[in-house]
């Protein structure tokens, strides 16, 4: 008989109802009673939901942060938080995010928050911990038996889910130059007595979460593997060690070799360790498969999966478990809501409710037989059919453009010096040129257009003038302003990647598909299904626009290829690689048909081109080929004299940096102001050959950066790159931040870089 049982569920709620529980609490609009009752309320509706599993996830619930929820049960705080006599939950989220409630601003409850970082290949954050060569821990297992108890009140099969140690040290960052697995041998003690605390009531089975294993281990860390697990194998509780988001690889034998009772594997994307495993895998242990897709909201394919799993099941016995690849904290809660989604679209899809059905029907086709689930495998089979035949997944005419791709797609026709001089000559930019990244606030009025366009009480007409009038507003205060290079500000754009979406063929949107990014913030990634095409121009008349208004050159604003791909839940039915060269050949298009209306300069954002990096360092460079070729072929077709710039969201791009030379964008721009010596390191070692514009103000932070501090980091920018291929530039887009805000931040950076010419540094 094989078990079913599940990693984790999306704590946010169908209706985002902890988001809307969190803000009003912080808002000082409900009392942290309340907060409570909305978070028992979601852990109880969760785990009534997936109450047909043999074991059903607790602990996996958190206010913001799994992480962080670990932190607290190991007694590890910050040390600016320790010591605060209010409500633990509280300081809880003075850590997450610098401050709790409203209501409690004294300058005493306000801290630096915690840094936050992605969790390993998702688009979850995580708050960072935070260790010293002092740092020590001590159990609080409070929360865990809350909500421990609250299952077994419901009579749910409960089972605990944890961080593990080596996961967990792997994730902080030490705050000194201590190594963090010194801190290994104190942290299993705490381990140690949160598991005899966990079967002490009433746990039997313990989820402890090891996806680390999934990565490159050194020495160091294989070792810690093997101390952390022998020391914790005499716990009065089964550990069921999970690792997900990929394959083990390398680190097979060490995984099969830890003395636990059972083994998650993700038997999605690491589908090539199972037959290993079977032979390497002590007799006696659990094997937990995750054979449906965690990642993503494609229904799964039963009758292959049943297939591959018949004789696995056959082998095992009752030592096989079922599982989803990893928690299904990263899809959406429930299809069935998304009722503006065509039945047929509809029919190929399952968010997280509808994959646990797939697990109970999986299950039961193990155990009784494929006969006893016969028409439900039908349908899915019918889905899967419908999806495989779609006249709207498959488009013969993108299909043969993609195979029509020749290197020369993506080279300009000249190299960068001859580029440049043309550029020069026909741009006539002053040295240290000023511009910004593309959008500019998006403003109450802004919104309020947008929200009556979308609810029928605005007509297309009057939407459009709308935007035309903020578009006119954005270009004549950057005219006051003095800026060199326009952008039209991007009004008419809810988001840089939804806007596109909408435009081209081959993408979906859900209406509530929403997936936690961090705390209670939430992303809903649009739908690509299908071939990719571009029926129509997408910015080219909002940006003829903004040029009539100006003499000064505009910038015409795109989201890259590969930025579109790692932000929306792609196909699973083709490589993401060509995909990627679909999504190139539409943009493609959109920059020819942007040069030809004359715009001269044209920006290509690659904000999440660091995101698709793959987890093992050795797929870094069968990743960036295509990501970067995906990128030159959406750019490289425009004249010489045609300035194509990029925009990356991050300064860590050491390790890139020779990928991201290869882009040969004329101008790149990069988020650096809260890091500039980290990033100016980088070209110690590799001179980026065409022009970069460091971001010299942080628009992350409401702070007005003064003229100086601008100067000294461009200054400081001057000794490694040499000045006339400088820019000068905010790190990142102005959408989020107010008019007030951005007025007296650009005209200190347009005076830094009149300083700067007067300083003749060029
Ligand atoms: N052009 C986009 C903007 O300015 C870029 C946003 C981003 O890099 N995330 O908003
Ligand atoms: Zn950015």
Request: glycine share 6%; proline share 5%.
């Amino acid at each position: 008989m094989a078990l079913t049982h599940n990693l984790g569920f999306p704590r946010i709620g169908a209706r985002r109802e902890l988001k809307i529980a969190l803000e009003q609490y912080w808002k000082g609009e409900s009392s942290l009673a309340d907060l409570q009752r909305a978070g028992a309320e979601l852990r109880q509706r969760h785990w009534q939901q997936q109450a047909g599993l043999d074991r059903v996830p607790v602990g996996d619930f958190s206010f913001y942060d799994q992480v962080l929820d670990m932190s607290l049960t190991l007694g590890h705080l910050p040390a600016r938080a320790q010591g605060f006599d209010g409500e633990p939950l509280d300081n809880y989220f003075r850590i997450a995010r610098g401050r709790s409630a409203a209501t409690d601003d004294q300058a005493c409850c306000a801290i630096a928050a915690g840094e936050m970082t992605k969790w390993f290949d998702t688009n979850y954050h995580y708050i960072v911990p935070e260790f010293t060569a002092d740092t020590a821990f001590s159990l609080d297992a409070s929360r865990l038996l809350e909500q421990l108890r609250e299952a077994r009140a419901l009579n749910i099969n409960a089972k605990p889910v944890i961080i593990g140690p080596v996961t967990y040290l792997a994730l902080g960052k030490a705050k000194d130059d201590s190594n963090p697995l010194d801190l290994l041998p104190a942290l299993l003690d705490v381990y140690a007595e949160l598991l005899v605390t966990l079967g002490q009531h009433g746990a039997d089975w313990v989820q402890v979460d090891e996806p680390l294993l999934v990565t490159d281990l050194d020495a160091d860390w294989s070792h810690a593997f093997n101390v952390a697990y022998h020391q914790l194998k005499s716990a009065p509780v089964k550990i069921l060690l999970a690792s997900y988001f990929g394959g083990l690889d390398d680190n097979r034998y060490l995984a099969a070799h830890l003395p636990v009772a059972g083994l998650h594997l993700d038997a999605v994307r690491g589908r090539d360790d199972v037959q290993p495993l079977l032979n390497l895998l002590p007799s006696h242990r659990v094997l937990s498969l995750g054979v449906i897709d965690g990642r993503n909201i494609w229904k799964t394919d039963l009758g292959a999966v049943l297939d591959w799993l018949e004789p696995i099941a056959e082998r095992l016995g009752d030592r096989l478990w079922l599982a989803p690849s990893c928690s299904l904290l990263h899809v959406p809660v429930d299809l069935s809501r998304e009722t503006t989604l065509d039945d047929e679209l509809r029919s190929w899809l399952a968010f997280a409710l509808q994959k646990l059905d797939e697990l109970a029907l999986l299950a039961s086709a193990l155990n009784q037989g494929r006969d006893s689930v016969a028409p439900a495998l039908a349908d899915n089979r019918a889905a899967i059919a419908s999806r495989q035949q779609s006249t709207r997944v498959n488009n013969p005419a993108v299909r043969s453009a993609v195979a029509a791709i020749t290197p020369a797609l993506g080279e300009r026709r000249s190299g960068y010096p001859q580029r440049a001089a043309q550029q020069a000559a026909h741009l006539q930019l002053p040295a240290w040129p000023t511009t910004t990244i593309g959008s500019f606030p998006q403003t109450e009025e802004i919104r309020r257009a947008r929200y009556q366009y979308r609810h029928g009480t605005l007509d297309k007409d009057a939407y459009h003038d709308a935007m035309r009038t903020e578009i006119a507003h954005s270009v004549a205060a950057q005219e006051k302003l003095g800026l060199d290079v326009l952008v039209h500000g991007e009004a008419e754009r809810n988001d840089m990647v939804e806007y596109f979406g909408e435009q081209l063929d081959g993408y979906a949107f859900s209406r509530f598909g929403w997936v936690q990014s961090y705390g209670s913030r939430c992303v809903k990634p649009p739908i690509l299904f299908g071939d990719i095409s571009r029926p129509h121009a997408m910015t080219v008349e909002w940006i003829r626009y903004a040029q009539s208004l100006t003499d000064k050159p505009l910038k015409g604003m795109l989201t890259g290829p590969v930025t579109l791909l790692n932000w929306s839940f792609v196909r699973d039915d083709q490589p993401r690689a060509d995909t990627c060269y679909q999504l190139a050949l539409a943009i493609r298009e959109e920059v020819l048909d942007l040069e030809a209306a004359g715009v001269n300069i044209i920006q290509i954002d690659e904000a999440a081109l660091r995101e698709g990096l793959p987890l093992r360092r050795s797929q870094w460079a069968g990743y960036l080929d295509w990501a970067v070729q995906a990128f030159r072929i959406a750019a490289n077709g425009v004249a010489d004299r045609t300035q194509i710039h990029t925009h990356m969201c991050y300064s860590e791009f050491n390790d890139i940096m020779a990928a991201i030379a290869a882009m040969d964008a004329d101008v790149i721009t990069i988020e650096t102001s809260r890091s500039q010596m980290e990033l100016l390191d980088a070209f110690d070692d590799f001179r980026y050959p065409n022009e970069i514009g460091p971001g010299v103000y942080d628009i992350h932070s409401p702070n007005i950066p003064d003229a100086e501090h601008m100067v000294a980091l461009m200054t400081q920018a001057a000794e490694r790159i040499p000045a006339e291929r400088l820019w000068v530039n905010p790190d990142c887009g102005l959408k989020t931040r107010r008019w007030e805000e951005v007025t007296p931040a650009l005209e200190n950076m347009v005076a830094a870089a009149r300083q700067l010419r007067a300083a003749h540094i060029r």
